[in-house]
């Protein structure tokens, strides 16, 4: 057998280690198409920042707009507001999560908050975060996580409410920008990508996207049926108990519970990340 050219094992050694770094890299994340299970009633002029499942087919949901924010409890099925707080003109509701008995809502470019009783919402009180500004929240029953519109996920102290860890949430080495809407799923963090239909899914451990969500089905299916004056994704709710998950938008007329569906590596959506997924451009922010 000759000898082959040293030469020629370097440049072999190389094409196979970038064929094993690209595959690494393509394997790095999962990627879904959605089905939608069930859908249900949406309030349409609720601009929704924030939501989350309690139990018995509850949900408590944030909006926002100057003059038009509130926290409210919501019955799924008819999409009925039980109760409602509303805000005062000078705020902008944004994220909201629910730890134990309270409720815990974010205001837009303040660095405000309030604390709510979940069960008549009179019995509240502020606090002050210090992130870079209010967007998104939720919890995995011990710790809050929060995002500002970076690509910074926070790890919060609920009792004090200071920072514990920052994170940069990267997918294959691309900051990950405008995250908004929070959701603590089966370890992970569920985030809305603002102005995207997309949802990154996080590992709080590190802040490395390890799947991402496609949804861009569920606006065609609204525009398919005549609606026109609905914005952005925007809202994601998770019931433990029954394993289901329900999305929205701001202005959205619909909520939907949604069943994941893996795409297959060579589908042509699951080579499109970059482009549908990670904002490229800063814009101006009205959220």
Not at 164 to 186: A, F
Request: aromatic share 12%; net charge neutral; hydrophobic share 40%.
């Amino acid at each position: 057998m000759p000898l082959l050219n040293p030469r020629f094992l370097v440049i072999s050694l190389i094409v196979l280690l970038s064929i094993t770094v690209f595959r690494e890299a393509e394997a790095s994340y999962r990627v879904y198409k959605v089905k939608v299970v069930n859908e249900f009633p949406h309030d349409p002029q609720a601009y929704t920042q924030g939501l989350l499942y309690a139990e018995n087919n509850t949900l408590f949901e944030s909006t926002g707009l100057y003059g038009r924010s509130s926290v409210r409890k919501v019955a799924l099925l008819d999409g009925k507001v039980e109760r409602l707080h509303e805000m005062e003109s000078s705020y902008f509701g944004e994220g909201l999560t629910l730890l134990g008995e309270r409720l815990f809502q974010l205001t837009w470019l303040l660095d405000t908050g309030f604390i709510y009783d979940r069960y008549n919402f009179s019995k509240f009180k502020k606090f002050t975060h210090h992130m870079q500004d209010g967007w998104g929240l939720a919890t995995d029953g011990k710790v809050l996580f929060g995002s500002d519109g970076t690509s910074t996920l926070y790890k919060i102290d609920p009792k004090t409410m200071k920072v514990i860890r920052k994170q940069v949430v990267k997918s294959q080495g691309h900051e990950v920008r405008y995250l908004n809407e929070l959701e603590y799923v089966k370890a992970e963090v569920w985030a809305n990508v603002y102005v995207t239909d997309c949802i990154a899914r996080i590992s709080p451990k590190d802040g490395t996207v390890i799947g991402w969500i496609l949804l861009q089905s569920l606006r065609e299916e609204l525009i398919s049926r005549g609606y026109k004056d609905f914005e952005v994704l925007n809202g994601i709710a998770w019931d433990r108990d029954g394993d289901r998950i329900f999305v929205t938008g701001k202005l959205w007329p619909k909520l939907f519970e949604i069943k994941l569906l893996p795409l297959t590596p060579n589908d042509p959506l699951a080579g499109e990340i970059n482009n549908l997924c990670i904002p490229k451009t800063s814009f101006l922010l009205e959220i």
